[in-house]
């Protein structure tokens, strides 16, 4: 059995899936599998990536069912104690491996961990803001506004993810946001301060680029953790908090866009999830 479970998602991305492979083999930790899923590709996936049929496990879906869906079947086919996931955009230093089971040797109880990364955006190298700067350790609350966490970035134990479950195939987007919530409620995440990811962006086929208005994934991600009974008093209002002010910009956004049904749903949704929640006090 390997060590490490590296899960490599692809949907037409031939090119840069090449890249992707060639990063993890290149890696100075070299006790791993690697599963690429590819979720449907109509492009050259298959041939450009047969040059690594000895090193690899291809599993193709007949269609493309989304990336949760793609990363979920490499994880139900992996066998490691440790799972890591690579998007096929981005690429490996090949120092990134080590370094997370360096961290799990010295931090024995820890189950999540994240390097730190570089940025590209268009070709060039880019400087997060301020607000992506990513924070250690309970990260639960500064979480909920926006996602920092990234899936290139982070390896984590099996055991937690068949704690929390896997990712929310329901989800076209924000699907990682979703699951770090679900885990950093419970535990820290901790960041690893070396830079050994590079994260490809800024182009169109990214599903952050075709899908506008994401916080609605992301209010519904928060609606789902505040009626799981998951959440301390602390997290559950700051949940709550951030769930009215997401709603009340979505909301507002809808409105001024003609969509007047779904502008007053959102705008109402945070009153009706506190009723819900009151209810299901009081009967309990």
Known sequence: MPSVSVIIPTYNRAPKV?????????????????????????????????QFDECITYIAHSSNLGVSAARNTGIRRSSAPFI???????????????????????????????????????????????????PSG????PSLKLCLVSPSAVMLRRSLLEE???FDEDLMVC??????????CKYPVYLIRQQLIFK????????????????????????KLVKSGRLNERQL???????????RIYGNGCLKRG??????????????????????????
């Open 200 to 223: 490809d962006g800024g182009r169109s086929d990214q599903l952050s680029y075709k899908h506008k208005g994401m916080d609605r994934f992301r209010i519904k991600s928060i609606v």
């Open 18 to 50: 090449v890249r992707a492979i060639s990063s993890v083999l290149c890696q100075t930790f070299n006790d791993y599998e690697i599963i690429v899923v590819d979720d449907g590709s109509t492009d050259s996936t298959k041939p450009a990536i047969a």
């Open 259 to 284: 969509k007047l049904k779904e502008g007053s749903f959102y705008l109402r949704l945070p009153e009706r999830i506190r009723e819900e929640l009151s209810l299901g006090f009081l009967n309990s």
């Open 237 to 247: 209002i700051s949940s709550l908090d951030e769930l009215a002010l997401k709603c």
């Open 138 to 141: 309970d990260i639960f609350e």
């Open 84 to 134: 890591a996931f690579l998007d096929s955009d981005d690429y490996w230093l090949p120092k990134k491996l080590a370094a997370h089971m360096e961290f799990f040797r010295t931090h024995p109880y820890a189950q999540a961990c994240q390097t730190d990364e570089i940025w590209i955006r268009k070709g060039h190298r880019v400087n997060p803001k301020k607000k992506h700067l990513k």
């Open 164 to 166: 929390v479950g896997l």
């Open 175 to 184: 699907e990682d946001y979703d699951l770090w919530l679900r885990i950093s």
